[in-house]
C-alpha cells in the first residue's frame, strides 16, 4: 500500500511530466542537430583541399544540418583507403587510381582531359607518331603518369618516366619533367616534341600550356592527339571516360583547335560510403550544389563541380561507377521530407505511447480500485468493532478496540490526504468511525454497551481534511 500511495502522489505526476518533457526534448535536439561527416582529401598540391574547405567553412556559416570534419592526405590512393577502411564518411577519389569498394558517386569535382598538344609543323595528331618522341610534362603525379603509360600501352608503345641521353629506342616515350616556366625554351631548342597534361581543358593553367605551345608554332596553330576509337578503349579501361574537347576550346582566332578533339580522361570525384542513408547523402549534395556559386568566390574549382550524367535512375544505380541512390534522389528532385524521413520513428512513438498511456490508465484505475477497496475494508473493520465493543465487558479489550479506531482513522485520513476517493465512501467511513468510538467510550465509561440509532446518527463527525461531514438526521426522524 505504501508503494501504491507513492504512485500517487502528486510530486509523481510532475516527475513523469518532467521526465516525458525531458525526453521530448532531448529527441527534438536529436533530430535537429548537425550531422558531423569526415571527408577525406587529396591530392596536396591538387584544387580539391581548397574546394572542399570552401565548402565546409560554408556549411559552418549557413548553419546547416551538416558539418564536415576534413582530413587531408597526400595522395588520393590515401584518400580511398581511407574510405575503404571507414575512417571517412566521404572522400575525394580518382577511380582510375583507386576505386574503393563501397564508394558510390556524390559529384564530380573536375573532370579531366589527357591532352597532349605540340606546334602544328610537328604533325602529331595519332598515338602511333609519339613513337620516339619526348613529352614534357609540368606537374608529376602518380596518378597522371600511370594514365598516360596505359595510354601508350594501348598503342603498342612504352613510357619511359625519366629522359635518356641520346636517341631513343624504336617504340618507346620519353616523359621529360620540367616547371612551366622552362617550357618555352624546351620547344624552341626542341628538347621536347610536344607537351602532355592530364587536366581540366577549361582550367587556367591549360590554357596557359596550350598558349605556350601556340607561341612556339611559326603558323600559331596547335596539333592535338586525337584517340581514335575512344569508346572503345573506355570499354577496356572501364574507370576512364571518353572526353571531346570543342572546337575553340583555347581561343577563336585562328581556332584552336580547328575542330572538335576526342581523347580520354578521367575525374576526380566526391564519393560516400554506400552505408551513408539516403537522406544525408542527398543533403550533402545538394548543399554542395546550392553553395557552388559563393564557393566559387573562394576557389576558381568550385566552377568545374558537376552533377554525374545518367539515362536512367536504374542506369544511376547499376553504372560501372555507381551514383549514390541519395544522390539520385537530389537530381530527381525525389528527397525525402521530414514525414518520410521518420516515418517509421513517429509511428513507433505513437504506437507505444498510445500502449504507454493505455497503461498508465490501467494502473491508475486499479489503484483508485485498491483505495476504495482498503478503505472499505477499514469500514467492515470499525462496524465490526463496534458489535465487539457492545458485546465486551473487558476494559482492556475495550482499550485495545480504542486504540485500533485511531489507526484505522489514521490510515484513512491519510489515503484521503493522497487522494480523496468518492465523496460517499469517505462518509461512510467517517461515521463507522464515530459509531465505534462512540460505543466504546459510552461501555468504558458507563460499563454497558447499549446504544440507539438517533445518538449514534447524531455522534461527532471526524474533521480531519478529506473526510466530508456526513448528514445529521434531524430530530424526530426516524
Given at each position: 500500500?505504501?508503494?501504491?500511495?507513492?504512485?500517487?502522489?502528486?510530486?509523481?505526476v510532475?516527475?513523469?511530466?518532467?521526465?516525458?518533457?525531458?525526453?521530448?526534448?532531448?529527441t527534438?535536439?536529436w533530430?535537429s542537430?548537425?550531422?558531423?561527416?569526415?571527408?577525406?582529401?587529396?591530392?596536396?598540391?591538387?584544387?580539391?583541399?581548397?574546394?572542399?574547405?570552401?565548402?565546409?567553412?560554408?556549411?559552418?556559416?549557413?548553419?546547416?544540418?551538416?558539418?564536415?570534419?576534413?582530413?587531408?592526405?597526400?595522395?588520393?590512393?590515401?584518400?580511398?583507403?581511407a574510405?575503404q577502411?571507414?575512417?571517412?564518411?566521404?572522400?575525394?577519389?580518382?577511380?582510375?587510381?583507386?576505386?574503393?569498394?563501397?564508394?558510390?558517386?556524390?559529384?564530380?569535382?573536375?573532370?579531366?582531359?589527357?591532352?597532349?598538344?605540340?606546334?602544328?609543323?610537328?604533325?602529331?595528331?595519332?598515338?602511333?607518331?609519339?613513337?620516339?618522341?619526348?613529352?614534357?610534362?609540368?606537374a608529376?603525379?602518380?596518378a597522371?603518369?600511370?594514365?598516360?603509360k596505359?595510354?601508350?600501352?594501348?598503342?603498342?608503345?612504352?613510357?619511359?618516366?625519366?629522359?635518356?641521353?641520346?636517341?631513343?629506342?624504336?617504340?618507346?616515350?620519353?616523359?621529360?619533367?620540367?616547371?612551366?616556366?622552362?617550357?618555352?625554351?624546351?620547344?624552341?631548342r626542341?628538347?621536347?616534341?610536344?607537351?602532355?597534361?592530364v587536366?581540366?581543358?577549361?582550367?587556367?593553367?591549360?590554357?596557359?600550356?596550350?598558349?605556350i605551345?601556340?607561341?612556339?608554332?611559326?603558323?600559331?596553330?596547335?596539333?592535338?592527339?586525337?584517340?581514335?576509337?575512344?569508346?572503345?578503349?573506355?570499354?577496356?579501361?572501364?574507370?576512364?571516360?571518353?572526353?571531346?574537347?570543342?572546337?575553340?576550346t583555347?581561343?577563336?582566332?585562328?581556332?584552336v583547335?580547328?575542330?572538335?578533339?576526342?581523347?580520354?580522361?578521367?575525374?576526380?570525384?566526391?564519393?560516400?560510403?554506400?552505408?551513408?542513408?539516403r537522406?544525408?547523402?542527398?543533403?550533402?549534395?545538394?548543399h554542395?550544389?546550392?553553395?557552388?556559386?559563393?564557393?566559387?568566390?573562394?576557389?576558381?574549382?568550385?566552377?568545374?563541380?558537376?552533377?554525374?550524367?545518367?539515362?536512367?535512375?536504374?542506369?544511376?544505380?547499376?553504372?560501372?561507377?555507381?551514383?549514390?541512390?541519395?544522390?539520385?534522389?537530389?537530381f530527381?528532385?525525389?528527397?525525402?521530407?521530414?514525414?518520410?524521413?521518420?516515418?517509421?520513428?513517429?509511428?513507433?512513438?505513437?504506437?507505444?505511447g498510445?500502449?504507454?498511456?493505455?497503461?498508465?490508465?490501467?494502473?491508475?484505475?486499479?489503484?483508485?480500485?485498491?483505495?476504495r477497496?482498503?478503505?472499505?475494508?477499514?469500514?467492515?473493520r470499525?462496524?465490526?468493532?463496534?458489535?465487539?465493543?457492545?458485546?465486551s465487558?473487558?476494559?482492556?479489550?475495550?482499550?485495545?478496540?480504542a486504540r485500533?479506531i485511531?489507526?484505522?482513522?489514521?490510515?484513512?485520513?491519510k489515503?484521503?490526504?493522497?487522494?480523496?476517493?468518492?465523496?460517499?465512501?469517505?462518509?461512510?467511513?467517517?461515521?463507522?468511525?464515530?459509531?465505534?468510538?462512540?460505543?466504546?467510550?459510552?461501555?468504558?465509561?458507563?460499563?454497558?454497551?447499549?446504544?440507539?440509532?438517533?445518538?449514534?446518527?447524531?455522534?461527532?463527525?471526524?474533521?480531519?481534511?478529506?473526510?466530508?461531514?456526513?448528514?445529521?438526521?434531524?430530530r424526530?426522524?426516524?
Amino acid at each position: 500500500m505504501k508503494f501504491a500511495g507513492l504512485l500517487v502522489r502528486r510530486e509523481f505526476v510532475f516527475l513523469l511530466l518532467a521526465v516525458l518533457l525531458g525526453l521530448g526534448a532531448a529527441t527534438a535536439y536529436w533530430i535537429s542537430r548537425a550531422t558531423v561527416l569526415t571527408i577525406a582529401v587529396a591530392p596536396k598540391d591538387g584544387t580539391e583541399p581548397a574546394l572542399i574547405q570552401a565548402y565546409a567553412d560554408a556549411l559552418a556559416r549557413r548553419h546547416k544540418e551538416i558539418r564536415l570534419k576534413v582530413v587531408a592526405f597526400v595522395d588520393v590512393r590515401d584518400s580511398a583507403a581511407a574510405l575503404q577502411d571507414g575512417r571517412a564518411d566521404l572522400a575525394v577519389v580518382r577511380p582510375d587510381v583507386d576505386l574503393p569498394d563501397n564508394g558510390l558517386t556524390l559529384a564530380i569535382l573536375r573532370d579531366q582531359a589527357m591532352i597532349i598538344a605540340s606546334p602544328e609543323p610537328s604533325g602529331l595528331t595519332s598515338f602511333p607518331e609519339l613513337d620516339r618522341k619526348r613529352l614534357a610534362i609540368l606537374a608529376h603525379r602518380d596518378a597522371d603518369q600511370a594514365l598516360i603509360k596505359a595510354m601508350v600501352g594501348h598503342y603498342g608503345l612504352t613510357l619511359l618516366d625519366k629522359d635518356p641521353e641520346g636517341p631513343l629506342p624504336p617504340r618507346h616515350v620519353a616523359l621529360v619533367e620540367m616547371s612551366e616556366a622552362e617550357l618555352p625554351a624546351a620547344l624552341a631548342r626542341k628538347r621536347v616534341d610536344a607537351v602532355v597534361s592530364v587536366i581540366s581543358p577549361t582550367a587556367p593553367t591549360a590554357q596557359r600550356i596550350v598558349g605556350i605551345v601556340q607561341a612556339a608554332s611559326k603558323t600559331r596553330k596547335v596539333a592535338f592527339v586525337t584517340v581514335e576509337n575512344a569508346d572503345a578503349i573506355v570499354a577496356r579501361l572501364p574507370r576512364l571516360q571518353s572526353v571531346t574537347m570543342p572546337a575553340e576550346t583555347f581561343g577563336g582566332s585562328p581556332k584552336v583547335p580547328a575542330e572538335d578533339v576526342h581523347t580520354v580522361g578521367a575525374s576526380y570525384r566526391l564519393m560516400a560510403r554506400a552505408g551513408l542513408s539516403r537522406p544525408v547523402a542527398a543533403d550533402v549534395t545538394q548543399h554542395l550544389f546550392e553553395l557552388r556559386s559563393g564557393m566559387a568566390n573562394v576557389t576558381a574549382a568550385a566552377d568545374y563541380v558537376q552533377a554525374p550524367s545518367y539515362d536512367s535512375t536504374a542506369g544511376a544505380t547499376s553504372a560501372r561507377l555507381p551514383i549514390h541512390p541519395g544522390a539520385v534522389d537530389f537530381f530527381e528532385r525525389e528527397q525525402q521530407g521530414f514525414i518520410e524521413r521518420y516515418e517509421t520513428w513517429i509511428y513507433l512513438v505513437a504506437f507505444l505511447g498510445g500502449g504507454i498511456g493505455s497503461a498508465v490508465a490501467w494502473i491508475g484505475q486499479r489503484l483508485s480500485r485498491l483505495r476504495r477497496e482498503r478503505i472499505e475494508e477499514a469500514t467492515d473493520r470499525l462496524l465490526q468493532i463496534r458489535q465487539e465493543a457492545q458485546a465486551s465487558a473487558d476494559p482492556p479489550r475495550l482499550e485495545h478496540l480504542a486504540r485500533e479506531i485511531d489507526d484505522l482513522a489514521g490510515e484513512i485520513a491519510k489515503h484521503a490526504l493522497e487522494r480523496p476517493t468518492e465523496a460517499r465512501t469517505m462518509s461512510a467511513a467517517a461515521i463507522a468511525i464515530d459509531a465505534a468510538r462512540s460505543t466504546v467510550k459510552r461501555t468504558i465509561a458507563a460499563g454497558q454497551y447499549t446504544t440507539d440509532a438517533p445518538e449514534l446518527a447524531g455522534a461527532r463527525r471526524r474533521t480531519a481534511p478529506g473526510f466530508p461531514e456526513a448528514p445529521t438526521p434531524e430530530r424526530g426522524e426516524p
